[in-house]
């Protein structure tokens, strides 16, 4: 079955910064764009990076344009999501996911002083 286990998330003072890593398993990862979301409490999910399935185009939401950076290794099935000068309002948790409607449990990221 279709499986996303994130993880890398934790407690960063704004600023700082974080690896996220996503491992994948039940597909074909290197046929599938993959994406990264986040869910702030009490605030839908939404989309905040995506890469294609080589990894040579990728997209980003506005307010994360320029700190973070998505990547993807097809080798290990593994993407990933650089986050750099992190704000209070980066606090979310943060999931992966190919389009499927599976989901993992997700890391949190608290971005406090």
């Known amino acids: 079955q279709v499986q996303f286990v994130e993880s890398g998330g934790g407690l960063v003072q704004p600023g700082g910064s974080l690896r996220l890593s996503c491992a994948a398993s039940?597909?074909?990862?290197?046929?599938?764009?993959m994406s990264w979301y986040r869910q702030a409490p009490g605030k839908e999910r939404e989309v905040v990076a995506v890469?294609?399935?080589?990894?040579?185009?990728?997209n980003y939401a506005d307010s994360v344009k320029g700190r973070f950076t998505i990547s993807r290794d097809n080798a290990k099935n593994t993407v990933y999501l650089q986050m750099n000068s992190l704000r209070p309002e980066d606090t979310a948790v943060y999931y992966c996911n190919a389009g499927y409607p599976d989901w993992g449990q997700g890391t949190q990221v608290i971005v406090s002083s």
């Open positions: 039940g597909f074909t990862f290197r046929a599938r764009v």
């Open positions: 890469i294609s399935s080589a990894g040579s185009s990728t």
